[in-house]
């Protein structure tokens, strides 16, 4: 286990006096597919080795009780009582109130969680969360529920208490990652499969650009909206079900008249988008990561012209990425407005990279952002405790 683990099952035995079971529920990166899994895209993302870590028991009773070490703080609830609350505590209520609908007696628990993805990242701390304690109910509750069925549980999760109407890649990653492979998810049939990661000399280097803009919830709805209303555009004048059935621009272009400006834009990048992801399997099947590198450049400046989900903060760092001869591959990942990029960087051009953006960055903005290399990792698993 590491240290974030260890905090947990201390905290725990701390404050309950059963012996807990050890869950890890990882984040996740995007490598490319970004924002298309709601629009029935095909998206590449991979668990990693940053995730949320939870100890979690049966208490015999009726309550249910949460210490979020994070945020320090406690929330005690009936398992008879439940409503929607503020911030975390809607994320691991509603997974609740998920098991709930399925016809599930919850019985009361005991739980302690904390995480070691920076909050705003972009590596989906709140899938981290909802997968965490879904994985171990399943297991305490003997429900049955296979990876695929528990990553939609987390997606419905996600939409219900908290509102966030999110696709299905965070939750699936969590679920269904793989240590050294990335998954290629079909987002509208849930057909997957798994491609090998050769980085060949070179590691994943997420910088965060520690700043937030905007509620991201917020936002991320409205660019769904547009893509739903342009999506209903062309379904009343082709012969169509997503946008994945439009394989030429050209096929878009014919009705950009018809659209709001916006709407028109956040259409051509999900065609473009859905495309780069494919192309970037074949990439990937060829070992050939340069490629792979100019296709993500390609998404970031589609994220950031186009669907407009990026600000100045991400911009800056992907532009001096692409100055740096031993990144490959830069752009914003997530849902934008701040968090991550994610880089393909040389082993021998880490540290400079780091330093040197890093010092740019922070002359420009005052702000100092923090750097991460991250590997990929299994799905959410339970841990085994050794003395």
């Not at 988008?273 to 494919?278: C, L, V």
Request: proline share 2%; net charge negative; aromatic share 8%.
């Amino acid at each position: 286990m590491n240290s974030t683990a260890d905090a947990v099952l201390k905290s725990f035995t701390e404050s309950f006096s059963s012996q807990p079971k050890i869950y890890f529920s990882p984040g996740r990166i995007n490598l490319i597919g970004e924002h298309v899994d709601y629009n029935d895209g095909f998206v590449m993302p991979a668990a990693i080795n940053k995730g949320v870590y939870y100890a979690i028991a049966e208490n015999e009773s009726n309550e249910i009780h949460f210490h979020a070490m994070d945020f320090n703080e406690w929330l005690s609830v009936g398992i008879s009582h439940f409503k929607r609350m503020n911030g975390w505590k809607n994320y691991v209520l509603s997974v609740i109130n998920e098991f709930l609908l399925l016809g599930c007696k919850i019985r009361g628990f005991n739980c302690v969680f904390a995480g070691d993805i920076p909050r705003g990242s972009g590596m989906s701390s709140s899938a981290a969360v909802e997968g965490g304690l879904a994985f171990a109910l399943n297991e305490i509750l003997h429900t049955g529920l296979n990876r695929v069925e528990l990553a939609l549980l987390c997606q419905r999760a996600e939409h219900n208490f908290p509102n966030v109407n999110c696709g299905i890649m965070d939750q699936f990653a969590n679920m269904m990652g793989k240590q050294e492979q990335v998954l290629l998810l079909d987002c509208r049939s849930m057909q997957h499969q798994y491609l090998p990661l050769h980085m060949k000399g070179h590691k994943i280097v997420l910088l965060n650009s520690n700043v937030q803009h905007t509620l991201v919830s917020g936002e991320y709805n409205i660019r769904r909206q547009r893509c739903e209303e342009g999506l209903s555009i062309l379904k009343s004048r082709l012969n169509i079900q997503s946008f994945r059935d439009i394989t030429r621009v050209e096929d878009l272009q014919v009705y950009k008249s018809n659209m709001p400006e916006k709407v028109y834009n956040c259409c051509l990048y999900v065609i473009e988008e859905i495309a780069r992801a494919k192309k970037a399997a074949v990439h990937l099947q060829e070992d050939n990561l340069i490629a792979f590198g100019k296709l993500m450049n390609a998404t970031h400046e589609g994220l950031s012209k186009l669907y407009e989900v990026s600000c100045k903060e991400l911009d800056f760092l992907v532009t001096l990425a692409g100055k740096n001869s031993n990144v490959i591959g830069s752009r914003l990942m997530g849902g934008g407005f701040g968090g991550c990029t994610i880089n393909l960087v040389a082993v021998e051009g880490i540290d400079q990279f780091i330093k040197e953006t890093s010092k740019a960055y922070q002359q420009h903005f005052n702000i100092i952002p923090e750097a991460y290399i991250v590997e990929t990792a299994d799905g959410t698993k339970e841990i085994t405790i050794t003395p």
